[in-house]
């Protein structure tokens, strides 16, 4: 499957200020695959040492010195094989396993910066792991997420239509396959594992068993990683009160939904955990100022949290296939419980925030883009009426506004309206209409 982070990585290797690579992300979101494919596919050799191999000498082998040129010298002599500055691409893979290689890439970057090195693991080990010294400075960082919608298109052999439509934005002759393909999405997700099964076997019980065996996994590192049974349980305990967050209307999280009683102080630590596993995403509130920069004007304890992957999370919920299936239910039944969390995952580019103001008025999200604010939408279904927007603009008017639902995709005025199954047409739609709507 083809991953867009990969031009990124290509980039990194031809950057004459390149330092040792972190590739973040959270489990089974395909770090190892793309690591090994970029060297695969740009370098003449790769030498992948992955730190859960039973082989005791290569851990052994960072309990020592870590100095770039001993680590070279041994590595070729366990792999039988030449490390070349500029043709061999070292990849230190499940390195939360070894804290002191993810030190080691200081020394790297300060007495080897001409050899290649990226290093993959799970953030929960990278960023969590106690007494292990993170190299600031001395390293590049990548993220990489599930795969967005776009890329779901392409691993389906469809990438001619996403080329098609880049350069004819407003066409509407593939919105039937976009939205078949925009159903499965939203059944499947994002999640690598996931989208092969599916598309080699088209069985929604095994898509099923895979996010189940994610999602279990996520649960079982919960107490692996968490620093004491009382936050682990906590953790948990958040964690799956997502869907009951989306089920109801409100402005923020509501701890009430986790248990009873529940107060801010006692999860605070279980949802920065979650949030630097990156299992969730936090988007904050922002109300009474429509200023750059946004997040000077965002509210700390006002937020919304998203999961990591709509796949996931329509799994965690307990929608069944044949909700999505359905040309209308997963709009009108659930509510569009769903519809939020995907055009998060298609925007994971760009930090977002919500508006709430006076009215029981609230726009879904608002994205600082270039030097303009943009209020986002989310409409599930065919029905585009919103009072909150309707506000939001009388009060601030915003350059544009984005509204994403099941209508047609098109510019009325200073409203874009895009398709739900054209989010991946959304920067080249924003920079269009920027053009055309200059106040």
Not at 109 to 130: N, Q, R, T
Request: glycine share 4%; net charge neutral.
């Amino acid at each position: 499957m083809e991953r867009k982070l990969m031009l990124k990585l290509v980039e990194w290797k031809e950057d004459k200020r390149r330092k040792p690579l972190i590739l973040e992300g959270a489990r089974q979101v395909g770090k190892t695959w793309l690591l090994k494919e970029f060297g695969k596919r740009y370098y003449t050799n790769v030498a992948y040492i992955n730190f859960q191999n039973p082989d005791q000498k290569l851990i052994d082998l960072f309990d020592g010195s870590i100095q770039p040129q001993r680590i070279i010298t041994m590595l070729e002599l366990m792999l039988n094989t030449k490390i070349s500055p500029l043709e061999t691409l070292i990849i230190f893979d499940e390195a939360q396993e070894v804290p002191r290689a993810l030190t080691s890439l200081k020394y790297f970057c300060e007495d080897a910066p001409e050899y290649h090195v990226a290093m993959a693991g799970s953030l929960l080990g990278i960023f969590l792991h106690k007494g292990t010294s993170f190299p600031v400075g001395k390293v590049n960082t990548l993220r990489l997420e599930p795969l967005d919608f776009e890329e779901f298109i392409t691993a389906n052999g469809r990438d001619n239509i996403v080329t098609f439509l880049k350069a004819n934005l407003f066409e509407t002759a593939f919105n039937e396959i976009l939205y078949d393909l925009f159903k499965q999405y939203l059944y499947v997700g994002g999640m690598p594992e996931a989208v092969a099964n599916w598309i080699e076997n088209k069985d929604v019980t095994k898509v099923n068993d895979i996010h189940a065996e994610i999602l279990d996994n996520y649960r079982n590192d919960f107490s692996k990683h968490a620093p004491d049974n009382t936050t682990a349980v906590r953790i948990r305990q958040v964690f799956e009160s997502l869907p009951s967050q989306f089920a109801k209307t409100n402005d923020k999280f509501l701890y009430g939904t986790i248990r009873e009683g529940a107060r801010a102080r006692e999860y605070e630590l279980a949802i920065e955990w979650l949030i630097d596993a990156g299992i969730v995403r936090r988007v904050r509130q922002v109300s009474g100022s429509n200023k750059i920069p946004l997040k000077s004007y965002s509210e700390l304890n006002a937020f919304k949290l998203y999961f990591v992957d709509a796949g996931l999370f329509r799994h965690l919920a307990e929608i069944p296939f044949d909700a999505i299936a359905d040309k209308t239910a997963i709009f009108d039944e659930f509510n569009g419980l769903i519809a939020e969390q995907y055009v998060l995952q298609q925007l994971s580019n760009h930090t977002l925030y919500y508006w709430t103001g006076g009215e029981a008025s609230e726009v879904d999200f608002v994205v600082q883009y270039s030097n303009t604010i943009i209020p986002v939408e989310v409409k599930s279904g065919m029905n585009v009426k919103a009072k909150s927007l309707k506000i939001y603009r009388e009060k601030y008017s915003p350059k544009i506004c984005v509204r994403f639902s099941l209508k047609d995709t098109r510019l009325d005025n200073d409203m874009l309206n895009i398709s739900l199954y054209n989010s991946f047409l959304c920067e080249e739609l924003l920079d269009y209409s920027s053009g055309k709507c200059v106040k």
